[in-house]
């Protein structure tokens, strides 16, 4: 079992940024690739970007790229998802999820393992 926890949501402007994180524990890490996905009101859990087990490969939904950016830190066991210039329709709630594997993957159905989300909202 892996357990995951996010942090870092909150209320900001547009064009601002928020810095996301997830503490992971349960397995080893560094054996783990690791995804940022979002669900907004009404809508399906999409895909925002996902990361290799050593951080060498990323992968972006084309609606954050160029301004947001994940990363890892496989010695404190923890992922980031640094978001900029944020718009109004990046306002979700925000799932950081996990799996065994050496690759990026960016379909929800490969993730068993998910965190309970953090709310994310920007106004215009």
């Known amino acids: 079992q892996v357990q995951l926890v996010e942090s870092g949501g909150g209320l900001v402007q547009a064009g601002g940024s928020l810095r996301l994180s997830c503490a992971a524990s349960g397995r080893t890490f560094s054996r783990l690739a690791m995804g940022w996905f979002r669900q907004a009101p009404g809508k399906e859990r999409e895909f925002v970007a996902a990361i290799s087990w050593s951080g060498g490969s990323t992968d972006y939904a084309e609606s954050v790229k160029g301004r947001f950016t994940i990363s890892r830190d496989n010695a404190k066991n923890t992922v980031s998802l640094q978001m900029n210039s944020l718009k109004p329709e990046d306002t979700a709630v925000y799932y950081c999820?996990?799996?065994?594997?050496?690759?990026?993957?960016?379909?929800?159905?490969?993730?068993?393992?998910w965190g309970q989300g953090t709310q994310v909202t920007v106004s215009s």
């Open positions: 999820a996990a799996r065994e594997g050496f690759s990026t993957y960016s379909e929800r159905r490969l993730y068993p393992y």
